[in-house]
């Protein structure tokens, strides 16, 4: 079973990406966490979350309550336990700062959220293909 850590705020962005994993079937345990603060306790397993998995991969929003998506990436990338887990920025952003930011403190994609259902299913549908069938995780199972 794939762990992902959604970090986001937006109910109807939490809600399509609940419909896509339903909808493609793929083993995956979707853990969500709406606000920065919160997703800094699950990535430490501090509080209600010190038996949560460590999460394979990790969708993480930029514009987020109590304490940004940056933040939050720079969290990771500091601690050697969670600086190897793939984070893919999923923003409304198209700046160009927040995406060279994003990139240069270590997240692996950087993708522009799409309003269209048809769309937002294909490219989580090549993303899960890529990082569950073809990449190989730290701490995760080889793709096979």
Same mark, same amino acid.
């Given at each position: 079973?794939?762990?992902?850590?959604?970090?986001?705020?937006?109910?109807?962005?939490?809600?399509?990406?609940?419909?896509?994993?339903?909808?493609?079937? &793929?083993?995956?345990?979707?853990?969500?966490?709406?606000? /920065?603060?919160?997703?800094?306790?699950?990535?430490?397993?501090?509080?209600?979350?010190?038996?949560?998995?460590?999460?394979?991969?990790?969708?993480?929003?930029?514009?987020?309550?109590?304490? /940004?998506?940056?933040?939050?990436?720079?969290?990771?990338?500091?601690?050697?336990?969670? &600086?190897?887990?793939?984070?893919?920025?999923?923003?409304?952003?198209?700046?160009?700062?927040?995406?060279?930011?994003?990139?240069?403190?270590?997240?692996?994609?950087?993708?522009?959220?799409?309003?269209?259902?048809?769309?937002?299913?294909?490219?989580?549908?090549?993303?899960?293909?890529?990082?569950?069938?073809?990449?190989?995780?730290? /701490?995760?199972?080889?793709? /096979?």
């Amino acid at each position: 079973m794939h762990q992902i850590l959604m970090v986001e705020d937006n109910p109807a962005d939490i809600e399509l990406m609940q419909q896509t994993v339903r909808e493609l079937g &793929r083993p995956i345990n979707l853990h969500i966490c709406n606000d /920065g603060v919160t997703a800094v306790d699950f990535l430490n397993r501090r509080g209600q979350y010190n038996t949560v998995p460590v999460p394979d991969l990790v969708f993480l929003d930029l514009n987020l309550p109590r304490r /940004g998506g940056i933040e939050v990436l720079l969290m990771l990338m500091q601690r050697p336990e969670t &600086r190897m887990i793939p984070v893919i920025v999923f923003s409304m952003s198209n700046r160009k700062d927040d995406i060279t930011q994003a990139y240069s403190l270590g997240a692996r994609c950087y993708i522009h959220k799409s309003v269209n259902y048809s769309h937002f299913l294909t490219t989580m549908e090549q993303l899960f293909r890529f990082w569950f069938d073809y990449a190989v995780i730290p /701490g995760g199972s080889a793709a /096979g």
